[in-house]
């Protein structure tokens, strides 16, 4: 399975992007998919994810402003953020895994997302 990310880019505060991750393969509907970022000094932090029912959960530092989603036709996994704030500037990464199947873990290329103040 291959992860592509796209959609980062340059915005303002108080504006909007959408991430996007699609996936190869045949599995894309069976993995729980999910965006994580890492930002300057910090760690690695998930953001958000949702499981292959839909099931969906976010870090409380997002709520209410960004929204995960998939399309299982696509083979593609989205992250709608609103709302953006400076202290959102990361790299944004798609994850993809089957959490009944050990060492399951994909991960895509990261895409730069900057806010501006």
């Known amino acids: 399975v291959q992860l592509q990310a796209s959609g980062g880019g340059l915005v303002q505060a108080g504006g909007s992007l959408r991430l996007s991750c699609a996936a190869s393969g045949n599995i894309f509907s069976f993995m729980t998919m999910s965006w994580y970022r890492r930002s300057p000094g910090k760690q690695r932090e998930l953001v958000a994810a949702?499981?292959?029912?839909?099931?969906?959960n976010y870090a409380d530092s997002v709520k209410g402003r960004f929204t995960i989603s998939r399309d299982n036709a696509k083979n593609t996994v989205y992250l709608q953020m609103n709302s953006l704030k400076p202290e959102d500037t990361a790299v944004y990464y798609c994850?993809?895994?089957?959490?009944?199947?050990?060492?399951?873990?994909?991960w895509g290329q990261g895409t730069l997302v900057t806010v501006s103040s």
């Open positions: 949702i499981t292959s029912g839909g099931s969906t």
């Open positions: 994850n993809g895994r089957r959490t009944w199947v050990r060492g399951d873990d994909y």
